[in-house]
């Protein structure tokens, strides 16, 4: 237990308490790892953690079933779990995979466990599941989505009017069918409990009339992020009738704002006093950001990813007086200067992401970012500890200066556009500017990579990046070798996902039992053959081994199948419940 | 159209194999196959560079309206032995599917693209920004987007 409260007592003498003291003592653990660890002490501990566990966190839907969860968690309140692998983000999963929602909803209902919260990621949501839950569970506060499908607005409509006590309903980038509905009048009168309403993602109209009932009505209202039905002068009377708002998601604006309702929208802003946090502004003519000047000074997080009309000196001029920022989520038409500015400008940035507003470099465009901004945001935030990075080349020289910079780093992706780039000053492969990164950054936790690399920066990575949980390779490595690196040396690894790089068989086979210490392992278009697959499948019987076909009309045919056949995409989790009865076609699990 | 000077790393299940590879290549292209017109993946199924389909749509829907298309893209529709046509906004279509889903509706008929032909369904075609007749379904869909430039929905036999 590194971070839980380091216990004085030893066992034996705390079981001279009742039980509700020992429960009160673990209330004051939260964190789910260091409960797990609390479980295994002793069988007494086990049974009082159960019962007072009321946080569960499920990284794979289906490593557990829901009725073991629930026979486990009798008490749970909140749930979090993850559906598809992270790759599906970028169209390598195909849409029917899995990950229901359903099957949770349905075991949770009848079970009539107590649930108030349920956050989702990747998982596939039917009207009919978000009906069942609005209905099933009377306590229910906050339903927070994030990258999932399957639902339309009447799935929203369902939650709205049947959850008497909603706090929370965020939706995060969400593929969510706009029926065009009224759901938002579906909240009845009578609420008045919200406290964040995040929408962003809705591509349909929005019944203004109904969302300013609802803002006017809900005095507890802290975050709102409307989509990009909203125009103008909606969100001048929105903010007016919210100015306790911390947190705002703005939607489109029209071309030219008029003078007049431009001047009212800042009298509104000024007044929103408590603002710290902005986003949206996709569709958004420029002289609308600087509505937003009175109070930009207060903001800490700042996410204008969406805002790709604005240009880079429009970008600059707002973003230099944001001097409390501790999060800056930007395109890269801010450039190289506008990133320097930034370096001088925002000393408490803690997170960058910086996206490409070019990404399949169709634009002859020059102001993209590239080493020489990475390396200003290294030496100008001493509290930098996260960044994504896309950019359109880089040099060792660079990432090394950064790795001295900012050894603080927790979490650092790296993304150059064009695959196997070498570093563009001496044209050699990027491994020790990676190196340099793993071995200064000692709480390392996740990393991307990127460029020409070898089966060297592996090895750096396998040696240094002790803390390492989660790692995405792309187009990198020479042999076998490289992924035997990581899996050997990296004891902390819980995810890998590699694509279009040359592993196979022996690094897959090497050591089958690391599997079982991972959450799970995603490889696409690398060297593993079907025969590897299936040779892992019979070695490893606590894995689900899972075949993702380009051909998606039939499953494969046993008899027909040749074992020398590389597979596409492979997708292996450990699981307590074997394999599960919902895949579809295009899937085979071994 | 393509991008010849710049390298479009499309692995799997995207584009045609006529794209530029990368000179050095530790990298393993696999079998990039046709893009399949029916396919229940997401049309503009491209996965490189790693970002998430809302920045995707948003970046391509300003590259769009950039090249003057004001994000409306409105082509003549004929079914033949209609003489007279409708006009279509393909820009409210997120792909092949839905495209040949609304063709269907207003038409009152079942209309496919390439893939199955046989001989029951109408087939849906369209002349290129060369003046040539293609069948819809080959390419990419932002690829077509760019070189359609009317369509026609053809009698089964035809084809």
Sequence with gaps: MDRAIKLQLSTSEMNYFPDEVIEHIFDFIPSHRDRNSISLVSKSWHKIERYSRHQVFIGNCYAISPERLIRRFPCLRSLTLKGKPHFADFNLVPHEWGGFLHPWIDALSKARVGLEELRLKRMVVSDESLELLSRSFVGFKSLVLVSCDGFTTDGLASIAANCRHLRELDLQENEIDDHRGQWLNCFPDSSTTLVSLNFACLKGETNLSALERLVARSPNLKSLKVNRAVPLDALTRLMSCAPQLVDLGVGCYENEAEPESFEKLMAAIKKCTLLRSLSGFSEVAPVCLTAFYPICENLTSLNLSYAAEIQGNHLIEFVQFCKRLQLLWILDSIGDKGLEIVASSCKELQELRVFPSDPHDEEDNNTAVTEIGLVAISAGCPKLHSILYFCKQMTNAALITVAKNCPNFIRFRLCILEPNKPDHITSQSLDEGFGAIVQACKGLRRLSVSGLLTDKVFLYIGMYAEQLEMLSIAFAGDTDKGMLYVLNGCKKLRKLEIRDSPFGNAALLADVGKYETMRSLWMSSCEVTLGGCKRLARNAPWLNVEIINENENGRMERNEEDEREKVDRLYLYRTVVGTRKDAPPCVTIL | ?159
């Excluded at chain 2, 079998?31 to 998430?52: C, G």
């Design chain 2, 1 to 159: 159209m393509e991008n010849s000077n710049s390298y479009s790393p499309y692995s799997s299940s995207s584009v045609d194999s006529t794209k530029p590879s990368p000179s050095e290549s530790s990298v393993n292209l696999s079998l990039s196959l046709t893009f399949p017109s029916t396919s229940s993946q997401r049309e503009t199924s491209q996965d490189w560079p790693p970002i998430k389909p809302r920045l995707r749509d948003t970046l391509k829907s300003l590259r769009l309206r950039q090249r003057g298309y004001n994000t409306a893209l409105f082509v003549k529709v004929y079914m033949e032995g209609v003489p007279i046509g409708r006009k279509l906004d393909l820009s409210t279509f997120s792909g092949y599917k839905s495209l040949l889903e609304n063709l269907s509706h207003m038409f009152d008929t079942s209309v496919i693209s390439g893939g199955t032909r046989d001989r029951k369904h109408h087939v849906l075609t369209y002349q290129d920004k060369d003046g040539d007749w293609m069948m819809v379904g080959d390419i990419p869909w932002d690829m077509f987007l760019e070189t359609v430039r009317r369509l026609k929905i053809t009698r089964p036999e035809r084809c």
